[in-house]
Nanobody, 115 residues
């Protein structure tokens, strides 16, 4: 059973930056497409960014140009660099790994952006 552990969340002022990390274990990390999702209070979980096993990236329109997803297969880690943060980015951010029928989630890390 794969395991994902997020870190790097916190409180930041609007315009600031944070880098989230997601460390994977108990899986062949390089096979997996990795995603970052977020869920704000009272809202549904939404996809923020995806990176395929081959390194292709996709982003939700609201974060394009501000967030960058990357992966280091040697470290079994995926990152989300978040710049120019806005109060509306406030949410719990979750890491996800998918490959064939396998689908794993991390426990989430809180990101709070103050205005």
């Amino acid at each position: 059973q794969g395991q994902l552990v997020e870190s790097g969340g916190g409180l930041v002022q609007a315009g600031g930056s944070l880098r989230l990390s997601c460390a994977a274990s108990r899986m062949r990390f390089s096979d997996y497409a990795m995603g970052w999702y977020r869920q704000a209070a009272g809202k549904q979980r939404e996809l923020v960014a995806l990176i395929s096993s081959g390194g292709t990236t996709n982003y939700v329109d609201s974060v394009k140009g501000r967030f960058t997803v990357s992966r280091d297969n040697a470290k079994n880690t995926v990152y989300l660099q978040m710049n120019s943060l806005k109060p509306e980015d406030t949410a719990v951010y979750y890491c996800n790994a998918k490959w064939l029928r396998a689908d794993f989630w991390g426990q989430g890390t809180q990101v709070t952006v103050s205005s």
